[in-house]
């Protein structure tokens, strides 16, 4: 089925340095990609969804200069928390859009996540 | 605005017992996706099932099954035969669109155990 690779699976940085978390479709082109954060014991929230070629849509309540989202490929999207502070510490979860090859049905498949800690 | 509910924080099962997690919805919509979304401890999200609102028919994939009552609004998934490998956390999602397009509104979330 559908891969997605996420990258890094872990990451520590210092209180005001930038991190990038890139998303990559392996065996598919996703359009569309999503960036979810999740809290410890808590469910994914939707923090934007990321087009390929055009600037991603972000929900609501969710920092554009804090969280820049790039998809420059059809199988790439990057993450990046800007000036990151503590609160910034999470789990954060990309999914892209494609088609089951058994059912043809469209799912989503999530990469495997990347724990931020900032300190 | 459309919401999910799982009412069941934590269950258990004796493993090659059967389980049923349970799962709520509210929406206004006529045409809509459902899902049941595993995460281990691994964190990898991965898709148990999917249901469209359209078949009346309740999806069924090996072990795990849905009870799926769009009048009562409720969605809830059958694991037949658990497995140690089942623990996890079980989440209910909600999708207009077919799930591609990411719009995905989750429950809370029940975490499963499944003792030897």
């Known amino acids: 089925g559908a891969v997605v690779s996420q990258h890094p699976s872990r990451v520590i940085c210092k209180s005001g340095t930038s991190v990038k978390i890139e998303c990559r479709s392996l065996d598919f082109q996703a359009t569309t990609m999503f960036w979810y954060r999740q809290f410890p014991k808590k469910s994914l929230m939707l923090m934007a969804t990321?087009?390929?070629?055009?600037?991603?849509?972000?929900e609501q309540g969710v920092e554009k200069d804090k969280f820049l989202i790039n998809h420059a490929s059809l199988t790439l999207s990057t993450l990046t928390v800007t000036s990151a502070h503590p609160e910034d510490s999470s789990f954060y979860i990309c999914s892209a859009g494609g088609r089951d090859r058994g059912s043809g049905a469209n799912v989503l498949t999530f990469g495997a996540g990347s724990r931020l800690t900032v300190l | 605005a459309q919401t999910v509910t799982q009412s069941q924080p934590e269950m258990s099962v004796q493993e090659a017992e059967t389980v049923t997690l349970s799962c709520t919805y509210d929406t206004s919509e006529s045409d809509y996706y459902l899902f049941w979304y595993k995460q281990p401890p691994s964190r990898q999200m991965i898709l148990v099932i999917r249901?469209?609102?359209?078949?009346?028919q309740n999806a069924t994939e090996n072990r795990f099954s849905v009870n799926f009552q769009k009048a009562a609004k409720s969605f809830s998934l059958k694991i037949s035969d658990s497995q140690l490998g089942d623990a996890a956390m079980y989440f209910c999602a909600y999708d207009d669109y077919g799930g591609s397009q990411g719009n995905l509104i989750f429950g809370k979330g029940t975490k499963l155990s499944v003792k030897p």
């Open positions: 249901q469209e609102a359209y078949k009346q």
């Open positions: 990321s087009n390929e070629g055009s600037k991603a849509t972000y």
